[in-house]
């Protein structure tokens, strides 16, 4: 298993503007998860992108995955307040998940 | 759908005590339930792999004497943390694993934070 490296470890917007945060792995993945977690909360499973698609949508939310450069990133457009917390990527090679730092958004309203 | 419960929430207990965690998949059977440690400010540390029917592997540095895992059912793993002390004190997240296809999803639940005095 392997974790992922988020950049920036912070990133803090005004409400309204898009959020990007940017996900870098090692080795290949089956599949690669976002996650958010609410300063003292669980985690909330947002997005999960399989090895053979390059971008996925749900919502506000926008992933692209890049498997030769081995990278991901997650797009949050027109951001609110409720959007602050922290953001995880995860890839995926089966088994157990193994976390990075994340990375912090504070979106002021 | 794919709900992941603890119990409890929160505890405060004493040092030398010991206390009992559970962690339910309430709409699906996890075939795998994870746990993780957090401390503040930090990421989340994988503690050990539960499998029902089986002993948990536990990760490099996690005693598991002191922290011990049963996994009864498809859908309860519990974690005790025996002679509790206050460098236990830590934020504690579940998770089970949904098999879907050929992916695997893990849904978390929503922590249980220990204060040992």
């Known amino acids: ?109 | 759908g794919a709900v992941v419960s603890q119990h409890p929430s929160w505890v405060i207990c004493k040092s030398g005590t010991s206390v009992k965690i559970e962690c339910r998949s309430l709409d699906f059977q996890a075939t795998t339930m994870f746990w993780y440690r957090q401390f503040p400010k930090q990421s989340l540390m994988l503690m050990a792999t539960s499998n029902e029917g089986s002993k948990a592997t536990y990760e490099q540095g996690v005693e598991k004497d002191k922290f011990l895992i049963n996994h009864a059912s498809l859908t309860l793993s519990t974690l005790t943390v025996t002679s509790a002390h206050p460098e236990d004190s830590s934020f504690y997240i579940c998770s089970g694993t949904l098999q879907l296809g050929s992916y695997e999803t893990q849904y978390f639940g929503p922590g249980t934070r220990l204060l040992v005095l």
């Open chain 1, 1 to 109: 298993s392997q974790q992922g490296e988020e950049d920036p470890q912070a990133l803090s917007i005004q409400e309204g503007e898009n959020a990007t945060m940017n996900c870098s792995y090692k080795t290949s993945i089956n599949n690669l998860q976002w996650y958010r977690q609410n300063s003292g909360r669980g985690l909330v499973h947002l997005i999960l992108i399989r090895s053979n698609e390059r971008e996925k949508h749900s919502g506000r939310l926008r992933v692209t995955l890049d498997t030769s450069k081995k990278s991901s990133s997650l797009l949050i457009t027109a951001s609110r307040a409720a959007d602050t917390a922290s953001y995880f990527c995860v890839p995926n090679q089966g088994g157990k998940l193994i976390f990075g730092q994340g990375t912090e958004l504070s979106v002021k309203p």
